[in-house]
């Protein structure tokens, strides 16, 4: 018992060291709370805690945490006197007072306590970080970003977690979870695009727009080489390294609805996904002195998610329909086809049905030839937008790719 309550004491003091010297680092002479302050509050926190469970009254508890508001407001009109009208400092001091009291009721290895004590942290230290990318929304993002928020937390948590139709595909709370789950990964990734796209150069940009949607980074940089040539190079190795990203993007979404399948297609997605990189290395002497922009449209819109919505919900219905005439090797051609234009939709959906009523083996088929199908369309997007030199270098590339991909069909 004593043990335990000294290595809560401990535990309290060093979560307000951390805050605390993340809080004087950032200080730089101005007046501020400093790490010391840090750690009595934590301790305050916690001791505080620890009296009104022992006299069981939490009117201690009140009354200490009123004491430390009084005093961190003090603090506050002493620093706008001086100048200084930021409220952070005072905010992470009554949230420290707060963790001690959390590691109170924590128990060993205290989880919680330490992994909100590094995320209070992480947020103090990340100022710079955060303005960035607010800087770089748009307000039409912004509220794409709040209305797709609303959707997602209001709409997703009361639609029913079962299939409503005849052919036991439609289950409304997978196909809106798969639509909040998939944009918002795409979403993430072009931010940081904007972000650290225009500074770290086409090689980043390249990965993240793969993320985002290789096929729009393809659209986008065969219409750019075609009015410009002298970005030619950095056009093909763009769409080449988006692509081979897609293959590292499909295996993460098919992790998150079935993990065992993410198995099966761990290796032969890996493997594709390397191999175009390693194509693209041949390209990076010659871009060099090229600077193209990636410009990629946000992914969060409406009617962006009503369409995948709508593409992941027939994409269900018509494999369940031809699979109860048909075999389960239906899904084959369905996911050729429907490879074509997207592979998020098939991926979610064999990944799906793979817990259910096909075998993890066709699924994971499946998923590879949509892959290659999808690897087919963009090569003809390069072939029809782009130059004839692009089509033929990134053709050569996709050759490759999907000549790999057909035999690792041999050995799932």
Known sequence: MVEDLFLKIILSLAIGALVGIEREQRAK?????GIRTFMLSSLLGFLSTYFSVLFQSFLIFYITFIFAGILTTLAYLRKTKAGHVGQTTNFALLLTFLLGTLVYFDTFPFYLSVS???????????KEILHTFSQHLTKEEVWNAVFFAVLSFVILPILPNRTIDPFNSINPFLIWSSVVIVLSLSFIAYILMKIFGPKKGIILSG?????????AVTISMANDAKKNKKILFSAIFSIIVASSTMFL??????SIFNY????????????LSLLGYFCALSYIEKIKKEKPKLILRSP???KTA??????????MIFISITKSYFNENVVYPIALITGLADVDAIVISLSSLALTSISPSVAAKGIILAALANTFSKWLLTFWLGTRKMAFDVGKVFLVLILFGIAFLFFI
């Open 29 to 33: 002479g101005e007046i501020a709370q």
């Open 116 to 126: 909100l004590a590094i995320l209070l942290t992480f947020i103090l230290s990340s």
């Open 207 to 215: 990965i993240l727009g793969g993320i985002v949607s290789s096929v």
């Open 249 to 254: 993007r499909m295996f993460f979404i098919s």
């Open 260 to 271: 065992n399948l993410s198995f099966r297609i761990f290796a032969p997605l890996t493997i």
């Open 300 to 302: 969060l819109e409406l």
């Open 306 to 315: 009503l369409r995948f919505g709508l593409f992941f919900m027939l994409t």
